[in-house]
Nanobody
Framework: VQLVESGGGLAQPGGSLRLACTAS????????MGWFRQAPGKEREFVAV????????YYADSVKGRFTISRDNAKNTLYLQMNSLKPEDTALYYC???????????????????WGQGIQVTVSS
């Protein structure tokens, strides 16, 4: 299993970034996928999750209305569109694979069995 994030970088407050996570080594289309983040000195936290089919999504309150998680099962790719970025969104962002197939998804870190290497997102003027 391999998960590779891309699309991070520097954005100004109020700006946008789009993260992508390219998956390989498993049947991407039958697993829920999630995004998590970790800021310096803080624990890793849930950001968003999408069900195996893409029909259900769930967000942390801190990003609801600003971030959108989606997936393209034909391309084995997970996305996170981040709009109206705030300095407090600065963190290392990780994509993760659910530990069991055909689930709606969960915010519990322990339910995810494979993680990407992480990609930095910095929001600053």
């Amino acid at each position: 299993v391999q998960l590779v994030e891309s699309g991070g970088g520097l954005a100004q407050p109020g700006g946008s970034l789009r993260l992508a996570c390219t998956a390989s080594g498993f049947t991407f289309s039958v697993y829920a996928m999630g995004w998590f983040r970790q800021a310096p000195g803080k624990e890793r936290e849930f950001v968003a999750v999408v069900s195996w089919s893409g029909g259900s999504t769930y967000y942390a309150d801190s990003v609801k209305g600003r971030f959108t998680i989606s997936r393209d099962n034909a391309k084995n790719t997970l996305y996170l569109q981040m709009n109206s970025l705030k300095p407090e969104d600065t963190a290392l962002y990780y994509c993760a694979k659910d530990g069991a197939p055909v689930r709606v998804g969960t915010k519990k870190l322990s339910e995810f069995d494979y993680w990407g290497q992480g990609i930095q997102v910095t929001v600053s003027s």
